[in-house]
């Protein structure tokens, strides 16, 4: 199973980089794996872990390197996102791919900061 993940992991970089998404390394303290865990598992819904992520890149408890807002409205979150909310929470992904998924968001619109 941890060769599928990290091909998908890779699929999912290699989007985002090549979509012009910034791939700098930023730091993601270890406690915030409880949200992307209670996400992944349904423990909490979409808008409350778009709205705690928000809270924690304004307070400058989670740093996320320059990302071009985007100005889309009201879109749904990938799965595979969730996938590596999920994946990161277990350890199975790193600090960056799940920053990537975050940059992601920001870039299409889904989460404003």
């Known amino acids: 199973m941890k060769p ?5 992991s890779t699929i999912a ?3 985002l980089v090549g979509s012009g ?16 865990e209670w996400w992944a598992d349904g423990t909490i819904d979409d808008d409350s872990f778009v709205q705690g992520i928000q809270f924690l890149i304004k307070e400058g408890i989670m740093e996320i390197p320059p990302t071009s807002q985007g100005t889309n409205s009201g879109s749904e979150i990938p799965t595979w996102i969730k996938n590596n909310a999920e994946w990161w929470a277990a350890g ?7 920053i990537l998924g975050i940059q992601f968001l920001i870039k299409e619109g889904i989460l404003k900061i």
């Open 4 to 8: 599928l993940l990290t091909a998908i």
């Open 13 to 15: 970089v290699l989007l």
């Open 21 to 36: 998404v910034s791939s700098v390394y930023a730091e993601v303290p270890t406690w915030i794996k409880n949200n992307a």
């Open 92 to 98: 199975a992904i790193d600090d960056e791919s799940f």
